[in-house]
């Protein structure tokens, strides 16, 4: 930011700050930060000048929101901040990098840092390998103590069987599928496995066996169809409404949730979390306002209370809660993010895992990267860059999440190769979308792209404006899509 260059950028992650503090230091770097002057978190979600007044009652003067017109905060080493609180368009809401970076610059000198001492508490939890098993503390468990049996799982009656007797061995796989409760397979249309297909030719392409390297574990060559497949499959069951705000919600609209999540995007970036903590938030924000009606003064914390479930699904070190406080300029205490993310975990039913487009995209990418056509990385970036273009949107949740990950790599193809038809037989067939499945969801992911530059939340086109993205967000995207690119391929 212009008017923050003379604040230093922090070079290195939270997580340093998170492995470094203990609760007695959180709370003196806390204290401290309150010192100094506040910038607003979120501004006014609602774009006006006035009515915040409820969410302000009860509170510290320091921690009341004050409309802001721009995201341009100076952060001075000296004991004065200034922000500008004039008001020449629509309020956004503050950056969260400036917050964190407030934060670090408030913090304690290096000196008065205390290092906790750990090693008489992992020493306890130390048990060394060449003592007896009967030598154990609070920390260790024996090996006959974590192995335990089942009496429920006997041993079959027959020691030895010979392959002919068909029928006993279909009786004990019977018997021991009832034991260990294994339910039928799910099916739904369609063998995307079939490799009697993988030879057919069609305008001289072929389909690519895209799971033909069984030599790297990660890529689940074996059972990646299979994971594909559950994954549309139980996609539906964790959707949210998409007539929420219509049917469900009366202070707040799709403007507001568009705002909370441009900001959210700031967040998860700065903080460093993972694309799917992202998206796994943004699914729990719908699914929650699908069915409980939300105040406007607790978007916000709605927001971080989901961010925070989402970290302790996805992330190997999340924030912690006092992190998630700070980042709202302390609007909201611990005690009610803490509260909030229980009604959010109850009304959700403890159902944190859900197919999010991000899921589908890591499928779709190799299965697009197979062909080659294009800059395998560049690919990658735009189709990713597209996808979050979508969270934005709250008309997209009209539009399953596999859908629009298939639209999402469709348009990035496009894209980088407007002459050339996007969908070839081998993204139809791993896919089960065919063009003309594809339309509504690519012209409206097209126009995202488009008017991407005049959108008045930047944060998702700033971050894909870097070089580690490939600059993707600056790639030309051409005005219109020809129609006989929606033509469907035959089988």
Sequence with gaps: MASAAGARRPTSSSLAKRHASTSENLGKVTSSAAASKKRPALANITNQRHGVGSVN????????????????????????????????????LPTASSMVA???????????VLIPKITAASASCNMDLTESPDKSDSCS??????????????????????NNEIAAVD????????????????????????RDVLAAKESGDKIVDVDDNLDDPQLCATIACDIYKHLRASEAKKRPATNFMEKVQKDINASMRAILIDWLVEVAEEYRLVPDTL????????????????????????????????????????????EFCYITDNTYFKEEVLQMESAVLNYLKFEMTAPTAKCFLRRLVRVAQGVNEAPLLQLECLANYIAELSLLEYSMLCFAPSLIAASSIYLARFILIPSKRPWNPTLRHYTLYQPYDLRDCVLALHGLCCNSNNSSLPAIREKYSQHKYKFVAKKYCPPSIPQEYFHNISS
Excluded: H
């Design 102 to 112: 407030a934060n670090r610059a408030t913090s304690l000198p290096k000196s008065d």
């Design 279 to 322: 998206y796994l938030t943004v699914n729990y924000i719908d699914r929650y306002l699908s069915g409980n009606v939300m105040d406007r003064q607790r978007l916000q914390l709605l927001g971080v209370a989901c961010m925070m479930i989402a970290s302790k699904y996805e992330e190997i070190c999340a924030p912690q809660v006092e």
């Design 171 to 194: 009786s004990i796989e019977r018997k021991a599928s009832n034991l260990l409760c294994i339910s039928e397979p799910m099916e739904i249309a369609g063998n995307m496995c079939k």
């Design 57 to 92: 009652a009860g509170r510290p003067e320091s921690s009341k929101i004050v409309p802001c017109s721009t995201k341009i905060v100076s952060i001075k080493k000296g004991p004065s901040a200034s922000t500008n609180a004039s008001f020449s368009g629509p309020t956004l």
């Design 141 to 162: 468990v024996s090996m006959d103590e974590s192995m335990s049996t089942c009496d429920s799982l006997k041993s079959p009656d027959v020691e030895y069987m010979d």
